[in-house]
């Protein structure tokens, strides 16, 4: 507590930065994981391939895939954003998959006696439908990166990371724990938030 009354503000600025890392892997990720999760629920064979690939981006550890960004990229934000937006695959993808996949066929099958394209029914039936499911991989996502985005302090890319890292170097716990305390916060609200968000879609 003496420390982040001391240090308020850049505490408050480390949070920020933490925030808008995560924010623009989501705003990244989602794009790319949309489509190949209406691929993966529409062709099941390439599907398994799409989540297998997915899946094993995930295993790798985080430190490794950084210190690989790091070579190509460089140390700072960018190879912490890209970074993130690989391991936030897994999640969205699944969370597509699993809400198409969840649709009632019978609404599907009304849809096109009503003569919708494929398009449409996917975009005004099968996506609404589909929502609260997909916004739960959307949430499952955001609260990985908010932990994973710590590792970014490693590389120079901000975020509440660097609080605990040069915690770490200094052996001062202070920082440390203030650092994972407000990332766990951060986590909390974020799901809090996203939670809600459900349940609206659900209505």
Do not use: C, K
Not at 2 to 26: M, S
Not at 115 to 141: D, I, K, N, Y
């Amino acid at each position: 507590m003496t420390y982040l009354l001391a240090h308020g503000g850049i505490v408050a600025q480390r949070l920020g930065e933490h925030v808008v890392l995560v924010a623009i892997a989501l705003a990244i990720a989602l794009p790319i994981a949309l489509p190949l999760g209406v691929l993966a629920a529409r062709r099941p064979r390439l599907g398994a391939a799409i989540l297998a690939t997915t899946g094993a981006l995930y295993t790798i550890p985080s430190l490794a895939l950084l210190a690989l960004l790091v070579v190509v990229l460089g140390i700072g934000p960018l190879s912490a954003i890209v970074a993130l937006v690989v391991y936030a695959q897994l999640g969205l993808v699944r969370g597509v998959v699993a809400g198409l996949r969840g649709v009632d066929p019978a609404l599907v099958e009304a849809a096109r006696g009503l003569g919708l394209t494929a398009r449409q029914t996917l975009l005004r039936v099968e996506f609404p439908v589909a929502l609260p499911v997909v916004l739960g991989g959307v949430r499952l996502a955001a609260i990985t990166l908010v932990a994973l985005a710590t590792v970014a302090g490693w590389i120079d890319a901000g975020g509440l990371g660097t609080l605990i890292f040069e915690g770490l170097a200094e052996h001062h716990t202070q920082p440390v724990v203030v650092g994972a305390l407000a990332a766990a916060a951060l986590a909390i609200a974020a799901d809090a938030a996203l939670r809600g968000a459900e349940r609206w879609a659900r209505r």
